[in-house]
């Protein structure tokens, strides 16, 4: 795991942070509906082809690998890996796991299939141990769509990207899913949204042409 340290006094962001972390301390979400016509209309499987290009587009960017370490320190990641919601049918319970990511997407849902046959059938909140502190959540919610979502944390000092998907849905001849984002202003604003999901929409649309 390699991160860099920030200086927050001589950070060219230090008015923006203290402002949002300290004098207004804010988060806020976004949905947006992604088309995700390329990924059926090949037969790409829906969960780990989201989750791999959810991960490819965070690690473009500062902004989504901004975090407090357990120390304190304010870092950014050199790369982060999604930690995500599994759903157990028999006991109506999830799981989280996590799958280390690889700018490959064929090694990355390998790496996923792995981590789904050993850690899927373990019936605990954290079925998957050892999850690395450069990783950030996603939930998916298959079973209904929705137009916004809204996570309530508590505190103030979580700083990373929390990553909701609803059901997809064909519209003229179309799919499209919705996906909610939940970040801290103190280190992403609104432009830092935007560019994320542009980024994101681009990488659907290219149809993994460099993969």
Known sequence: ?????????????????????????????????????????????????????????VNRFDSFRTAFRADGSLVVYEEMSPCYTIFHKETETFSNIWTEYTASYAEFCRRYARDLERFGSVEKMTAKPGQPENSFTVSMLPWRSFEGFNLNIAGNEYLLPIFTIGKYQETDGGYFIPLAIQVHHAVCDGFHVCRFINALQASLDSRFADC
């Open 1 to 57: 795991m390699i991160f860099t340290p920030i200086d927050r006094e001589n950070w060219s962001r230090k008015e923006y942070f203290d402002h949002y972390f300290k004098e207004v301390p804010c988060t806020y979400s976004i949905t947006t509906k992604l088309d995700i016509t390329g990924i059926k209309q090949q037969g790409f499987r829906l969960y780990p082809t989201l989750l791999y290009l959810i991960a490819k587009t």
